[in-house]
């Protein structure tokens, strides 16, 4: 039996960037579909393949009354244990900490920490999984998997950039070899407990406000340590903050209406 651990990052009160999001200014809601998508492609996971054991945490920082009802009527769900808990320090940087923290103390083969300004395809959990089995079938190595895509990246960081990549077969896209992670990311949990002092330098970047953040901390994992990180061509994954953060091969306002948000609570409308 394999076991998936997840975190996931809650507040619906503040933004750290500040970013106009392209899906509106309803935080609240956000948090609602980003939850109930994560959980959708949980269970699409479970459903392919029934050796699987899934816990998710849902770790509140000043949430709203409007979200925390809502979290207190979700469903018993019996193919996931689903836990939330207040965070026991409140600030960003410190709830990054404690759900890694959860993850090291918790995980057992597979990890992904989470935050709530993401939707999520229903095979997205399925594909990366896959990929990353077929990676280490076929390699050996425990590669870092983000399902989604960054367009900044490519219109930015990489534009006109000759850094050699690989391009490996996934179940329904090409994958590419990155070099930038934020701290949202799925590996082994292997994988995952090789780089505390990483995570350590990121958290105090993030104290600080610090303009650097992954490049002087998690992005080392592929530049000075070897460690293999993959997204999909196409995103399984979208981040909705700001326009340079938009998909534009991906029809986000479809899976955002695709996403009932009513689905696994309890008093359904």
């Not at 956000?30 to 269970?43: A, D, N």
């Not at 998997?145 to 050699?164: E, G, K, M, R």
């Not at 505390?196 to 406000?209: A, K, P, S």
Request: net charge negative; with cysteine.
């Amino acid at each position: 039996m394999l076991t998936f651990h997840y975190a996931m990052q809650i507040c619906d009160t503040a933004s750290w960037q500040g970013h106009t999001r392209y899906c509106g200014s309803d935080r609240t809601l956000l948090s609602k579909k980003s939850i109930t998508s994560i959980i959708t492609t949980i269970l699409d996971l479970k459903s392919k393949n029934s050796e699987t054991e899934h816990e998710l945490l849902l770790l509140t920082d000043n949430i709203s009354d409007n979200l925390r009802n809502w979290l207190l009527n979700l469903k018993t769900i019996p193919e996931i244990k689903i836990k939330i808990k207040e965070v026991e320090k409140s600030g960003i940087a410190d709830s990054i900490k404690e759900c890694y923290k959860w993850l090291k103390d918790n995980g057992k083969n597979f990890v992904y920490q989470l935050q709530d300004d993401y939707i999520f395809q229903k095979n997205c959990l399925y594909d990366i999984a896959a990929i990353w089995f077929k990676i280490q079938n076929e390699t050996g190595s425990h590669c870092i998997v983000n399902p989604f895509n960054d367009p900044h990246y490519w219109a930015q960081l990489y534009h006109n950039q000759i850094t050699p990549r690989t391009l490996f077969f996934g179940v329904s896209s090409y994958y590419i070899q990155i070099y930038e992670v934020g701290c949202t990311f799925f590996t082994s949990k292997e994988q995952f407990d090789k780089h505390w002092d990483l995570y350590n330098i990121f958290f105090e970047l993030v104290r600080h406000r610090s303009e650097k953040l992954e490049s002087a901390s998690l992005n080392h994992m592929f530049v000075k340590r070897a460690v293999l990180g993959i997204s999909p061509i196409t995103s399984l994954s979208l981040h909705m903050q700001s326009e340079g953060e938009r998909d534009p091969y991906v029809d986000w306002q479809a899976l955002w209406n695709q996403i009932d948000t009513d689905q696994y609570q309890k008093n359904e409308h």
